[in-house]
């Protein structure tokens, strides 16, 4: 499984952009790159995944780039209900998720 | 998507007993997944349970220490055996989606606390 870096905290304040990033330099060719968030006494729930193009969908947007070393999740305005733990998880498209460290993130008012 | 559901939602329990949690999927699902959240943790795999076979345990995990049910395609039970303080953890079922993503959806966990 590819290794993964994320910065352990983030702040941003309520209806901001937030862009967390995510080191996964040891990535494979065919590694999809997965991002799940784990919000307060709750279990992971899914967020986005892409493989070489950017991706956008109704919770977020992937930005990946070109050499595929490195991943953004964007959330385009940050609201109260998005702080959580967010995992960035380069995975072969099997189905083990190997957890890192993840990337806390508060927002304030 | 699916819907998972976990029993009990939370324990505690005495150093040296036994507890079978429970998991709950809304749909057939071939592959569930049991993870540990040690406190202040992430999480980790401890086992993939398809139905009509014997569980994949990932590396440090063992079936005497937590043996696994799936008795259909939409229950499974972990039972964690002997425990001692160091099992205090949440442990988490989760199942692979169907749809075009394959997401993987989570149970809220079950907090377990060994006393």
């Known amino acids: 499984d590819a290794k993964t870096t994320q910065p352990n905290s983030m702040e941003s304040n309520e209806e901001e952009p937030v862009h967390l990033p995510c080191n996964h330099s040891?990535?494979?060719?065919?590694?999809?790159i997965h991002w799940y968030r784990q919000l307060p006494s709750q279990g992971p729930e899914y967020v986005i995944h892409?493989?070489?193009s950017n991706v956008n969908n109704r919770m977020a947007s992937l930005a990946i780039a070109e050499d595929r070393k490195s991943s953004t999740l964007i959330l385009h305005r940050a609201t109260l209900r998005d702080a959580a733990v967010y995992y960035c998880?380069?995975?072969?498209?099997?189905?083990?998720?190997?957890f890192g460290t993840g990337t806390q993130l508060k927002v304030e008012l | 998507s699916a819907v998972i559901s976990q029993k009990p939602s939370r324990d505690i329990c005495q150093r040296g007993t036994s507890l079978t949690i429970q998991c709950q999927v809304d749909?057939?699902?071939?592959?569930m997944f049991w993870y540990r959240q040690q406190p202040g943790q992430s999480l980790t795999l401890i086992a993939t349970?398809?139905?009509?076979?014997?569980?994949?345990?990932e590396s440090g995990f063992v079936i005497d220490k937590f043996p696994i049910s799936r008795p259909n395609l939409t229950f499974s039970t972990l039972t964690v055996s002997n425990m001692s303080p160091e099992d205090s953890s949440i442990y988490l079922c989760?199942?692979?989606?169907?749809?075009?993503?394959?997401?993987?959806?989570f149970g809220p966990g079950t907090r377990l606390t060994v006393l």
């Open positions: 349970a398809n139905q009509g076979s014997e569980a994949t345990y």
């Open positions: 989760s199942v692979r989606g169907t749809g075009a993503y394959n997401e993987q959806f």
């Open positions: 892409g493989l070489t």
């Open positions: 040891t990535i494979s060719g065919t590694d999809y």
């Open positions: 749909s057939q699902v071939t592959m």
């Open positions: 998880i380069p995975t072969g498209g099997g189905n083990k998720l190997t």
